[in-house]
């Protein structure tokens, strides 16, 4: 996520992340590029221990004892590794046998 936009504007709407916290629901948060778009809302200070690099996430499955109930997996929009039109729909193909 750009720095400048994110210090520009805090969105104040729960999020789905606020509500798990509220329900004492335990998550985390991956990001795969400079993608982690979770900074832009108010209550990131409050969460930022909950944001991991994806390069975490293999290891963090190998203790299943450690995982939280919730994993969310941001998409990837600055590098093209998302499945949103114009980008290619079959990177999950070749990058999930390193997972």
């Known amino acids: 996520m750009c720095a400048r936009h ?7 709407q729960p999020t789905i992340f606020d ?8 998550w985390r948060y991956y990001y795969q590029d400079n993608g982690a778009y979770l900074p832009q809302w108010s209550t990131y200070q409050r ?6 690099p994806i390069a ?3 290891a963090d499955l190998q203790n299943e004892a450690g995982l939280p109930s919730v994993i969310f997996i ?4 600055p590098s093209g590794l998302d499945e ?9 193909r070749r990058t ?4």
Do not use: I
């Not at 994110?6 to 104040?12: N, P």
């Not at 509500?19 to 335990?26: I, P």
């Open 47 to 52: 969460d930022a221990a909950k944001l991991a």
């Open 96 to 99: 999930s046998p390193t997972f």
């Open 6 to 12: 994110a210090a520009a504007r805090r969105l104040t």
């Open 84 to 92: 949103h039109p114009g980008n290619n729909t079959n990177w999950e």
């Open 56 to 58: 975490n996430w293999a």
């Open 19 to 26: 509500h798990l916290d509220q329900a004492g629901v335990s």
């Open 74 to 77: 941001e998409r990837a929009g």
